[in-house]
């Protein structure tokens, strides 16, 4: 088990993941586009540093990508002070329990520490964590509740009826 930056050589394996991931959640019924995707993440591999993090787990001989997260350094709007947010944090099905998650979030926090990073903050709203394994992972790493995550869709709103008081 390795935890490693992305590399463009991912790119095929990471794509794959993320259509999986997509399916299982509660955006599955936005449309994947795999263009977007993919342009995304490149230019995250090729342009991120020093802002974003593109972390993988991978298993196995020959290696095989099984997890991945995605973390932006970020300051406030009301303060100079360096904060870190996850951006997208996964672990496929099969490898989960592995350690893979654990090792990935200790990775974050170690690049986050080296770029003196106040505090990381971390969510979910993927949809399809009924259980809230999320939740009682991140409290035993550490992390603490604060907030809730609202969505509301814009099905049937119009210019007429959408209020901005």
């Not at 991945?68 to 996964?90: K, N, Q, Y």
């Not at 907030?147 to 049937?156: D, M, R």
């Amino acid at each position: 088990m390795a935890i490693r930056l992305a590399q463009l050589e991912d790119l095929p394996s990471l794509l794959d993941g993320a259509r999986r991931m997509h399916a299982l959640t509660r955006f599955r019924h936005l449309p994947f586009s795999d263009r977007r995707v993919e342009a995304s993440f490149r230019e995250l591999i090729e342009k991120g540093a020093p802002r974003y993090a593109f972390l993988v787990a991978s298993s196995g001989s020959p290696e095989r990508i099984v997890g991945a997260l995605i973390g932006v350094l970020e300051r406030h709007i009301f303060s100079e002070t360096l904060t870190a947010s996850v951006m997208h944090f996964d672990v496929l099905p099969e490898a989960r329990m592995g350690g893979h998650a654990v090792r990935l979030l200790t990775a974050f926090e170690g690049w986050c520490r080296n770029r003196g990073v106040a505090e990381i903050a971390f969510g979910t709203n993927s949809g399809h964590d009924e259980r809230n394994l999320v939740g009682r992972f991140a409290i035993k790493a550490g992390y603490a509740r604060v907030g809730e995550n609202y969505v509301k869709s814009t099905a049937g709103m119009t210019p007429n009826n959408i209020r901005t008081e």
